[in-house]
């Protein structure tokens, strides 16, 4: 298994602003990802954060509002550009791979609740 | 492409009564198949899993059957308490998928006295 932080645990923020989020973990992993849950819906994968190189954007979200950094492979940032109230959403950061299960599930962080206004 | 469907919430029972969620998925290849349940208030936690077909996951008295021929993963107990209310989320992941979950859309369950 894994500990998962993140930071903030939630926040307000003003639109058209940007919020970093970030995402610390007790030991090597493989795989990152950052999901998005909003107001009562499941979770959707923004990307993959991959170490050392850009991330893997799913269909519908771009690096240019939600660029991700992944330094090393305990540590990954999620930035929320030019928020508007649309992405008021808890974001979640999970990961997974051998190094903490040989049996395919993610282990999630408590997730950062953003509201826009 | 993968997905994952779930039956609509919110259901609501009396405690003790027995539970049912249908989970049904499509996918290419062999997926492992979870289930996940979010507290009011907490974060997402792994409830149970089942990696191949006909292998039965089970915690704190939650059971689900990896059904392939029907392609489904329903979730039950048979005696539900207050303390079950929450949202379950069923998911599947694929090793030619890049390991992801892709989860269903949730079914919110309440429990009354």
Known sequence: SAVISQKPSRDICQRGTSLTIQCQVDSQVTMMFWYRQQPGQSLTLIATANQGSEATYESGFVIDKFPISRPNLTFSTLTVSNMSPEDSSIYLCSVGGARVSDTGELFFGEGSRLTVL | GNSVTQMEGPVTLS?????TINCTYTATGYPSLFWYVQYPGEGLQLLLKATKADDKGSN???????RKETTSFHLEKGSVQVSDSAVYFCALSSYNQGGKLIFGQGTELSVKP
Do not use: N
């Open chain 2, 15 to 19: 405690e003790e009564a027995f539970l």
């Open chain 2, 60 to 66: 704190k008295g939650f059971e689900a059957t990896y």
